[in-house]
């Protein structure tokens, strides 16, 4: 995490308590003195992997998000859960939403995901070494997606031509780019 500087918190409130975040409004006063009521979406972070095949292909999933009203290109994610290493998220989320299992593992880093409102960070990771399950866990009932196989070229030219690639999937491609040959 970047360097902390925390707000002075005046009044604290918690609006909405869900599944996967919370929601608070809070009457803060910034470090530069300045005094009003933020918002933030309190969520406990994502993990995601850049998973690539032997042949240099990426694996990503086409899934379907209900808040943008249709499918978006993503690499596997998901959210960390209590007590739960993001390594250990990752390794869980690749088995289930594509069917693959990656051998080697390296970490790419961390980054803030939107953070003019929410503290919800993502750790990416890249998988290699992938083998395809012959009998992959159970996705969630509510996931409803394709897993979707591309070269980098392909991934960079769909993000450059406007096709719905999430900003987390985008940002991990930066960060893999130096372990992707030719591109």
Partial sequence: MPNQEAPEIIKQRLLYKGRKFNFDVNHLRLP???????????????????????????????????????????????TIEENENPADTVKREIEEETGYRANKWQKLGEFPLAPGYSDEFIYAFLAEDLEKLKNPPAQDIDEDMETVLMTPQELEKAILEGEFVDAKSICSLFLAKPFLSGI
Avoid: M
């Fill in 32 to 78: 530069n003195g300045v005094e009003g009521d933020w918002e933030c979406i309190r969520h406990p972070g994502g993990a995601l992997c850049v998973p690539v095949t032997s042949d240099g292909k990426l694996v990503l999933v086409k899934q379907y998000r209900f808040a943008i009203q249709g499918r978006i290109l993503e690499f596997p994610a998901g």
